[in-house]
């Protein structure tokens, strides 16, 4: 088990990064995660967006709708709340009046709130979502979903937790103190929020001005989950989300063009692959162990030989469906020829893609971004050895929206979580992550 660093005990007062900054000076892999959320059928009043076709049929049940019309009933919410992106029960007009208005005693379309919206120069959009509230004391998680618009394509950037519980050096998400994991309701309601905002539903039109992909596809035609979070430490929802996102008869979106990014949860990587058949990404960002150790501390778990050894697994994996490897690079730590040769012997023999990422800087990082030569030269030499190594462009870099810059201010919830702890409610909510595996 990862040892982890009780939140509780540390000062409230003391500044947001402190902990994370302690827990990095101390050599934790892992924080203390915050009280989790049930993922269930939604409760009375509570929305349907988000939920699974299983959770939709125990919430019909709940109104008293019979069994033996359930399967039907579900499908007609389900065109209506993910093929249509309906927001009023009014609108659902082939199902009876009587129905609609049980449904809408009950329960509500409404989606997780936009704080904000902000939107980049180069039309990245960064939206800040308020989870609905868990309970009395919560006034909602927040946590932030990027939107990256190209000619061809439309990319949207989830998260999967609430904060990370992980600690990599170079990554501002890591230094967020709470963490829960997200619902699949609360995964899937991203890519609702991020619909409506751009206009994305049959009959909508995107904002004026806004900047959405011309190939006649859809706005949202990608989704990775390189947000907030470790995706591999939330498997069992994350694989539920993606399931919503990929149904056929709903949003339809391919799984092809879904990728899970992994610092590297190496147990859970075959599970990925056969339940969720998506897409992998690896944060790499180091070829030795000692180095990595330090940037993504999870190695000391997982090591290089280990996630190789799973990338190599990795149910599906051809030369058709590579794996990622994303390589962040840092200006004098890990971007010299040496490690990029290093870096093209280690993959041999799996089929994989580099993708450089230009260091992103945070306020209080410790790390520069390489200089761009040395960027293109360490690139030249990936490409030299057979593969592709598209340098990542820092999109919406002007808002904070760039990969590892993510962090909202639920942090400033951890008083709320001391009490809690203090006070010994939820203590079974407490999950210790790592151990999901
Ligand atoms: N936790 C998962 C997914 C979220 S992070 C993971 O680590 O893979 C998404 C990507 O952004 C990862 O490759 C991560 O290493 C990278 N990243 C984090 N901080 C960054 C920064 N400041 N600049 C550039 N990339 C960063
Ligand atoms: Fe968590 Fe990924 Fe950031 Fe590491 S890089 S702290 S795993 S979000």
Redesign the pocket.
């Known amino acids: 088990m990862a040892t982890v660093l009780d939140i509780a005990k540390h000062n409230p007062n003391a500044a947001p990064v402190a902990v994370s900054e302690a827990a990095r000076a101390a050599g934790f892999i892992e924080k203390t995660a915050e009280l989790t959320v049930a993922a269930g059928a939604a409760p009375g009043g509570a929305s349907l967006i988000g939920l699974t076709r299983g959770q939709l049929k125990d919430s019909l049940s709940q109104i008293g709708v019979p069994e033996r019309e359930l399967k039907m009933r579900v499908a007609q919410l389900w065109h209506w709340i993910y093929f249509r992106g309906a927001r009023d029960f009014a609108e659902m007009t082939n199902m009876g009046k009587e129905l609609r208005a049980k449904l809408a005693a009950a329960y509500t379309l409404a989606r997780p709130k936009v704080v904000s919206e902000q939107v980049s120069k180069d039309g990245t959009r960064k939206w800040l979502i308020r989870m609905a509230s868990t309970g009395p004391l919560d006034k909602g998680a927040e946590i932030e979903c990027v939107y990256i618009p190209e000619v061809d394509r439309g990319t949207l950037c989830v998260s999967s937790q609430v904060g990370?519980t992980l600690t990599?050096s170079?990554?501002?998400t890591g230094t967020q103190r709470l963490v829960r994991n997200l619902t699949s309701a609360e995964i899937v309601a991203q890519l609702i929020v991020a619909r409506d905002c751009i206009g994305d539903w049959p009959g909508a039109t995107p904002p004026e001005g806004a900047f959405v992909p011309n190939d006649g596809g859809r706005f949202v035609s990608n989704i990775v989950?390189?947000?907030m979070?470790?995706?591999l430490y939330n498997t069992d929802n994350v694989i539920a989300a993606i399931d919503v996102m990929s149904d056929g008869e709903g949003l339809t979106l391919s799984r092809r063009r879904i990728t899970v990014?992994?610092?590297g949860v190496v147990p859970q990587m075959e599970r990925l692959g056969a339940e969720a058949n998506t897409m992998l990404a690896i944060?790499l960002?180091a070829v030795r162990d000692e180095l990595r150790d330090e940037l993504v501390p999870i190695n000391r778990k997982y090591d290089i030989r280990q996630l190789l050894d799973a990338c190599r697994a990795y149910p599906g994996l051809s030369n058709a469906r590579r794996i990622t490897f994303?390589y962040?690079m840092l200006k004098g730590v890990n971007d010299s020829d040496a490690d990029a040769r290093k870096l093209v012997q280690l993959l041999k023999g799996i089929p994989a893609k580099i993708n450089l990422?230009p260091?992103?800087p945070?306020p209080g990082?410790k790390y520069e971004c390489s200089d761009w030569e040395r960027i293109e030269r360490f690139s030249e030499i990936v490409y030299r050895a057979g593969y592709a190594s598209p340098v990542r462009t820092p999109r919406g870099r002007d808002i904070l929206a760039a990969?590892?810059?993510l962090k909202s201010e639920t942090e400033k919830l951890r008083a709320r979580a001391r009490m809690m702890a203090e006070q010994g409610i939820g203590a079974e909510g407490v999950y210790a992550v790592g151990n999901g595996e």
């Open positions: 990370c990599c170079f990554c501002h989950f390189m947000g979070g470790e995706p990014s992994t610092s944060s960002h994303e962040v990422i260091f992103n945070w990082s990969c590892g810059q």
